[in-house]
């Protein structure tokens, strides 16, 4: 079974938000975008419905998806609404107990690519974005 027919639109939804982030965040989160609906190609229904609502809005809970919680940031950002913009959102002890061994993987490396000493992820108010 095929992912459904929405995916390739939130595909490229998440790739245009990454446009606003800046260069480090957007060439890693394009990557991890990339493997991950890679991977996700030719999951079954229900899985392939669980991986698209964890990156798209849903009516229930709009702001905990990684696309509302983005496009919110880059509008504070754009609005200077913080002093300092940081991306992203943590993690709560629940939410990381629901997560496969795998993906707790995937999070070590996420944050030790993110981390390396010679990235400039340092994100502050007057950052420039490219758009």
Known sequence: AAMPGGARRLY????????????????????????????????GPTEAQRFLR???ASARRPAENYAAVIQQQINEDKQNLREKTVYGIQLTEEKLNDFRD?????????MDEATKPNKKI???????HKN
């Open 102 to 110: 795998e993906q707790i993987g995937q999070l070590k490396e996420l």
């Open 54 to 56: 964890e990156w798209e």
């Open 12 to 43: 490229r939804r998440l790739l245009l938000l990454h446009r606003a982030l800046p260069a480090a965040l957007r060439a890693l989160g394009d990557r991890y975008v990339k493997e991950e609906f890679r991977k996700h190609k030719a999951a």
């Open 122 to 128: 340092s994100i502050s108010k007057d950052s420039e």
